[in-house]
């Protein structure tokens, strides 16, 4: 990897005699993990079925680093949402958002999906998490990954961060910004961030982080918290940016929170001096196993105001409701809880009243099915997002039986007609509807694949 010279110098001044080791480390073999999706599989579970070689990330207790043979977005356990393969130090993000239960979340730029995700798991499916992205095409890997994961409470929309903020000025408890930036941490991975890099996208990078982190203010309550990240080691774009902000918003400060094995403060000497961003952290290549990184923990001044009641939805229709229930009544024995919303044909589940009206959105909540004629066909989504304790009928799969599943091959009936939630090892990862001793493959078309059958007997 050639670095550019302008950005060697300037580690080289900032660093002194630490740039050696800073170079030599990212000279070094990138490290690779995942993180256990809560929502579908505790922790203690995954590592007893998992057939990977796993060593724990230490700032993330559901984060686990793998060998590079494991190859696990390979395995039926990945396309049964148990895990999202995700950058170590990216993790840092979701341990330092630390959100709770019952909250309302906004991941601002969220696509691909590993922060939403994350704050996903931590909400456990209580509250409203909105995921937003700028980019359609992103909006629609980020909207696929939501489905992957099994994410039942979470909203995405593809809004500009300056349009979103007119819809909701005040409205979330908490906040990331994993803001677009130079990428400078991502050089040893992706030689295209290298190929981009100069000095005046460095300058884009710190000016369009502050529109974002302004829109960002506003849409926080009084006392939440704002998480800002990027993953670039450029000063003007970590410290001098929280600097920056800190200026044009008064009412916000650095909170003071504890930092991870490997984490390095922030370094007020490389930007403005400002003695709060000490407060923030770094993640640097050549002192842990992750790739660079930046985040500060920021929050609002002031009291949580007794929220007010959600947005009045106008409601769906009720044969369109009847049908549903029907479906539920014949296929769950659970009931799903939402505020059932027609989009064209397809039903989905909102997490709560929600301004629908003026906003892109491409999955309003949890997406139930499409209706046709007089009856459902439940969508990809909901099998996913159900355990298989919710389902009335069950299929069983081995390792190597969601293998042939996922391929789209038509499988042996169990001898129960209907629609079947179909599962590998236990957990949930597509529907089949049994008739006539076979089960018809209704794993989606679009996703079908070859996967790899050594991964499910490696010890």
């Not at 002192?287 to 007794?306: C, D, N, S, T, Y």
């Not at 659970?334 to 709560?352: A, D, N, S, T, V």
Request: hydrophobic content about 35%; some cysteine; charged content about 25%.
């Amino acid at each position: 990897m050639t670095l550019p010279q302008e950005f060697k110098e300037r580690m080289e001044r900032l660093l002194g005699q630490e740039a050696q080791a800073f170079f030599e480390g990212l000279e070094g073999e990138p490290a690779q993990a995942l993180r256990v999706n809560t929502l579908k599989i505790s922790t203690e579970e995954f590592l007893r079925i998992a057939p990977f070689s796993l060593q724990p990330v230490p700032w993330e207790k559901n984060g686990f680093y793998y060998e590079k043979e494991d190859r696990p977005g390979r395995h039926p356990y990945h396309e049964a949402g148990l895990y999202y393969i995700q950058e170590p130090s990216a993790m840092a993000v979701g341990a330092l958002a630390d959100a709770v239960p019952g909250e309302r979340v906004l991941d601002l730029c969220a696509a691909p999906g590993g922060k939403t995700t994350h704050l996903a798991s931590s909400l456990k499916g209580q509250g409203l998490l909105v995921s937003n992205e700028i980019h359609p095409a992103r909006a629609r890997s980020l909207s696929s990954n939501v489905e992957r994961m099994g994410i039942r409470n979470c909203v995405v929309t593809n809004e500009s961060p300056h349009s979103l903020a007119k819809h909701f000025p005040g409205f979330f408890d908490r906040i990331v910004v994993d803001a677009p930036c130079s990428g400078e941490g991502m050089f040893r991975k992706e030689e295209q961030a290298v190929l981009e890099w100069s000095p005046e996208n460095v300058s884009m990078c710190a000016g369009r982080q502050q529109e974002i982190l302004s829109a960002a203010a506003g849409m926080l309550r009084p006392g939440g918290v704002l998480i800002y990240s990027t993953c670039t080691f450029s000063p003007e774009e970590n410290e001098g940016s929280v600097h920056t902000f800190l200026k044009a918003h008064p009412d916000f400060a650095v909170k003071k929170t504890a930092g991870y094995e490997g984490f390095s403060p922030g370094r007020p000497q490389w930007a403005h001096a400002c003695p709060e961003t000490a407060d923030t952290f770094r993640l640097m290549p050549h002192l842990l196993k992750g790739e660079g990184h930046f985040v500060a923990v920021l929050q609002k001044k002031g009291e949580a105001k007794k929220r007010e009641g959600g947005w009045k939805l106008s409601s769906v229709d009720r044969s369109v409701l009847k049908l549903y229930r029907d479906f539920e009544k014949e296929t769950l024995c659970c009931e799903l809880p939402g505020i059932p919303l027609l989009f064209g044909e397809q039903l989905y589940l909102l997490p709560e009243a929600f301004p629908i009206k003026g906003l892109k959105i491409l999955r309003p909540g949890l997406h139930l099915g499409t209706m046709k004629k007089n009856r459902l066909e439940p969508a990809h989504s909901l099998a996913l997002a159900l355990r298989a304790g919710e389902a009335l009928r069950c299929h069983s799969l081995s390792v190597q039986e969601a293998e042939a599943y996922v391929r789209g091959e038509v499988l042996e009936g169990q001898g129960e007609k209907g629609w079947q939630l179909m599962l590998v090892d236990g957990y949930s990862t597509g529907w089949g509807k049994e008739a006539g001793g076979m089960v018809k493959n209704h794993y989606p078309k679009g996703l079908r694949k070859h996967l790899l059958s050594g991964n499910a007997t490696r010890a």
